[in-house]
Each structure stands twice: as structure tokens, then as C-alpha cells.
Antibody
């Protein structure tokens, strides 16, 4: 059974750093890209970026480039999303997501999602 | 970036109604469009991929159509469990932008 299991909720102060995780299991981790999606409270879905765990090729949405870092450790089948200095506006639910297919930049839709990690940034 | 615009932003309907949601891309994306359903407090679920392909396990009352820039999601006969928010996502090129969502509410 394919599973993406994310790390637990976090409460942080502005300026602090944070790294959340997404552990994949039940499939060949290096054969599928993993993306990250933000959902601010009461708002819609925002695409942040995506990584190929096989070669660490990473593509960021322009809105998030320089604001977060996406990485992966294939030895432990885990993808990460990290911030070096959090802001209150980073308060959101963050989902990791695995595309159905991915061929030459064309994606077939996201068929597996993590359960979400709620990040709260407040002084 | 490719911008995705959904309409309407919200719709009220009754059980048994037929509902259509529209998604327009700011440039052509061939048939590379996905539709998702999201319920409060839950991760989104894939309904349709490649504009018209029904994802495994999704009821046949859901259907998708379109290509190029204009796409539709149709629910042929609303069931109580279908009241949720629906999102389109272009899957043609990075970044894979979402529409703003359509909230389907009970009339």
C-alpha cells in the first residue's frame, strides 16, 4: 500500500527555522517525484514545488523560490520542506503529494497525498 | 506561470441535481488537467486526470471534458457526499498551478 506519512504539527515563533518531513512507503521512492502544496487557513491550494528523489532535480514555483527549500533523502525514503526564517504568513497546512505519472515535465495528476502538517507561526 | 480560473467560486445545488464547474487556463495546456475534491480537514482526492480520465475508484457520476484552455467537471446526479470544494490543476508544465476552487454547497 502506497503511503505518504508526514511529520506532526509544529508551533514556531517568527524567525525560527523548521524542517518538516514526508516519508514514502509501499512504492519505489526514487521512481516518483514528490511535490509540496500549501493551504493557508480557509484558502485554496497553492503549488510550491516538486523534487525528483532519484537525482534531487527540484523545481520551485516562482512564488516560493528562495522562501523554502525542498530536499529528499532516498536512503530513508523521505522528502523535506524547510524554512530558515519563518514568518507569521507561513501559517498553513502543508501537504506532500505524489504524481500519478511524470514524463518530460507533464504530470498525470496527484494520486497520493500525505495527511498534512499544520505549521503555526506566532509570537 | 499558467493561471487557472475556475467558475463559479461557489454553487448551491440539491441532491440529484446536475452540476458543472468550469476551469480556464491562461494558455493552452492540451489535455493536461486534473480535478480534485477536498472536504474540510482532509487532503484533496484525485477525481479526474488528463482532462477526462476517471481515477480508480471514483464514481461514474463524475466526468471531465475539454482541451486547450477550457475544461469542465460535471457531476451528473449530486449525492450528499459530493458537497465539498473542487479544484482544477494544470499538469502541463511547472509550476502546476491550481484554480482558486469551487465550493459546492447544499441548497
Amino acid at each position: 500500500e502506497v503511503q505518504l506519512v508526514q511529520s506532526g504539527a509544529e508551533v514556531k515563533k517568527p524567525g525560527e527555522s523548521l524542517k518538516i518531513s514526508c516519508k514514502g512507503s509501499g512504492y519505489s521512492f526514487t521512481s516518483y517525484w514528490i511535490g509540496w502544496v500549501r493551504q493557508m487557513p480557509g484558502k485554496g491550494l497553492e503549488w510550491m514545488g516538486i523534487i525528483n528523489p532519484g537525482d534531487s532535480d527540484t523545481r520551485y514555483s516562482p512564488s516560493f523560490r528562495g522562501q523554502v527549500t525542498i530536499s529528499a533523502d532516498k536512503s530513508i525514503t523521505t522528502a523535506y520542506l524547510q524554512w530558515s526564517s519563518l514568518m507569521a504568513s507561513d501559517t498553513a497546512m502543508y501537504y506532500c503529494a505524489r504524481p500519478l505519472t511524470m514524463v518530460r515535465g507533464v504530470m498525470g495528476g496527484i494520486d497520493y497525498w500525505g495527511q498534512g502538517t499544520l505549521v503555526t507561526v506566532s509570537s | 506561470d499558467i493561471q487557472m480560473t475556475q467558475s463559479p467560486s461557489s454553487v448551491s445545488a440539491s441532491v440529484g441535481d446536475r452540476v458543472t464547474i468550469t476551469c480556464r487556463a491562461s494558455q493552452g495546456i492540451s489535455s493536461w488537467l486534473a480535478w480534485y475534491q477536498q472536504k474540510p480537514g482532509k487532503a484533496p482526492k484525485l477525481l479526474i486526470y488528463a482532462a477526462s480520465s476517471l481515477h480508480s475508484g471514483v464514481p461514474s457520476r463524475f466526468s471531465g471534458s475539454g482541451s486547450g484552455t477550457d475544461f469542465t467537471l460535471t457531476i451528473s446526479s449530486l449525492q450528499p457526499e459530493d458537497f465539498a470544494t473542487y479544484y482544477c490543476q494544470q499538469a502541463n508544465s511547472f509550476p502546476y498551478t491550481f484554480g482558486q476552487g469551487t465550493k459546492l454547497e447544499i441548497k
